[in-house]
């Protein structure tokens, strides 16, 4: 699944997995809360990812 994943999705997907804000992570990634917002939603869809433990089993892969 992983090998799917662009860098910048890998590090958003990390972050989500520690639990950071959207601000927190626009802050570090660059980019705004709202873009991180749509950005997180894209890739959870993509991922059919849930909830907050598949976001961390994922994160582990």
Known sequence: ???????????????????????????RLGGTAKQISE??????ARLQINSPDEIADAAKQ
């Open 1 to 27: 699944m992983r090998d799917l994943l662009s860098p910048r999705e890998k590090r958003l997907l990390r972050r989500l997995a520690a639990e950071k804000t959207d601000a927190e992570i626009a802050e």
């Open 39 to 44: 950005q997180k939603a894209r890739l959870l």
